[in-house]
């Protein structure tokens, strides 16, 4: 680390670490148009002022609130950025840099702040420090890792404030009303939780019924080989889509018939592991060739699957009502697009209203069933406070 160049201005040093400033890269990771960097607490405006070099004027300490600075950041040319006071106040002054973005921009950017005297802290703490209850900050973070506008939706309520005040809610009513309240947010958990990690997606179905071809049909795109080789898929082939703007890891697996075969009972073995654990499974049946003991078992092991009659574009070998089965055909696309608002509907079953509360983070379910419990157990008292320190935390 190099020492700053000698800061009259301010008695801190890059090895002060109660009163530096800290630095906080606040666009997301990767590529992207610009990037922004916040340098924020005391001394923030000193540091990014030794950093900055104008390119009309004097320093950016010389700057009123809200103007924008035009100027370079960085060892060498360094990077051309835009530079702003967002508060200058004493309690927590900030300044905002704008500058290219890339990891190669921001990392430049980042190095003269970390020369100039500022820490790295994470986006979390940023916020933290910035304002807002603990939701809140969940919820910013969640929201600039939203995969669809339905999903960033919900967590912007959350980031205005939905959950916490239903929180204030049945902080103040009953404790039948506060029971009530809580049952449904509790309720609205499992749908909460996976606007965050997504819904996970299985399909599953014996070699050969076409279930690589159905993958790559809701993909839009060739991801999985599809091959009339029966046992031609191996491994679990997974994408990431959006069924009805919600978003879904969808798994292509192994087919299921007995084999001698190491690798593909392997395959096998990963498939029913995946299955197991998803949200929900699409079994895919082949309604061109006769049923077979293989189907049937696969229907039974997956009893609350959605079932899929594929190839309805070759002649049935089948009668229609011999099992409640949607037609599709993966090849030709026929039925796709029902398939896909059966499994989202199935997936969200209902929709909240607009501005409706919903935790989205294990934490904030393990603390709403643990105020639940203090209700239950007639400690109005107790939950009460626990409320009240959840929402008074940063
Ligand atoms: N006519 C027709 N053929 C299909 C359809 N779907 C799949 N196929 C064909 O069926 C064969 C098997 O398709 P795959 O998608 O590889 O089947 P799979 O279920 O993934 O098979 P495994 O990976 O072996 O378990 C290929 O030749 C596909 O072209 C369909 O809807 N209609
Ligand atoms: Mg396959």
Redesign the pocket.
């Known amino acids: 680390m190099t020492t700053p160049p000698s800061p009259e201005s301010s008695v801190l040093s890059p090895e002060s670490s109660v009163l530096s400033p800290f630095l906080t890269v606040v666009t997301a990771d990767g590529r992207g148009a610009i990037g922004v960097v916040r340098v924020w607490g005391p001394g923030a405006l000193d540091v990014a002022d030794r950093a900055f070099r104008p390119n009309l004027g004097r320093g950016l300490t010389a700057s009123p609130v809200g103007r924008l600075r035009v100027g370079r950041v960085g060892a060498g040319l360094g990077d051309e950025v835009v530079a702003v006071i967002v508060d200058a106040g004493s309690d927590s002054p900030e300044v905002e840099i704008q500058c290219h973005g890339g990891p190669s921009a921001i990392g430049l950017v980042v190095e003269a702040l970390v020369a100039s005297g500022a820490k790295a802290r994470s986006p979390r703490a940023w916020l933290k420090h910035s304002n807002g209850s603990s939701i809140n900050t969940e919820a910013e973070l969640a929201l600039a890792r939203a995969s669809t506008a339905k999903v960033a939706e919900v967590l912007l309520d959350q980031v205005n404030g939905a959950l916490d005040d239903e929180l204030r809610r049945i902080q103040a009513g009953s404790t039948d009303e506060a029971l009530a309240k809580l049952d449904s947010l509790i309720g609205r958990a499992e749908f909460g939780l996976r606007l965050v990690e997504g819904w996970r997606v299985v399909l599953a179905?014996r070699?050969?019924?076409?279930?690589?071809?159905?993958l790559n049909a809701l993909a839009g795109f060739d991801r999985?080989?599809?091959?009339?080789?029966?046992?031609?898929?191996r491994d679990v082939v997974t994408i990431r889509a959006a069924f009805a703007g919600w978003p879904v890891e969808l798994a292509?697996t192994?087919?299921l018939r007995a084999t001698s075969d190491p690798i593909e009972s392997e395959g096998q073995a990963l498939a029913k592991a995946h299955q197991l654990g998803a949200d929900l499974v699409i079994v895919?049946l082949d309604r061109?060739e006769p049923l077979t003991e293989a189907d049937r078992a696969i229907l039974a092991e997956h009893p609350r699957a959605v079932v899929v009659a594929?190839?309805?574009?070759?002649p049935a070998n089948w009668p229609e009502r011999a099992i409640e089965a949607l037609a599709i055909?993966?090849?030709?696309g026929d039925g796709v697009e029902t398939l896909v608002e059966v499994v989202a509907n199935r997936l969200v079953p209902r929709n909240w209203p607009a501005g409706s509360a919903v935790p989205f983070r294990p934490a904030m379910v393990r603390r709403l069933r643990a105020i639940e419990d203090c209700f239950r157990r007639g400690n109005h008292e107790r939950a009460v406070r626990a409320i009240e320190r959840w929402l008074g935390a940063r």
């Open positions: 179905g070699p050969n019924v076409g279930k690589s071809r159905l999985a080989i599809v091959d009339p080789t029966p046992g031609t898929t292509d192994a087919g895919v061109s594929n190839k309805a574009d070759l055909s993966a090849e030709t």
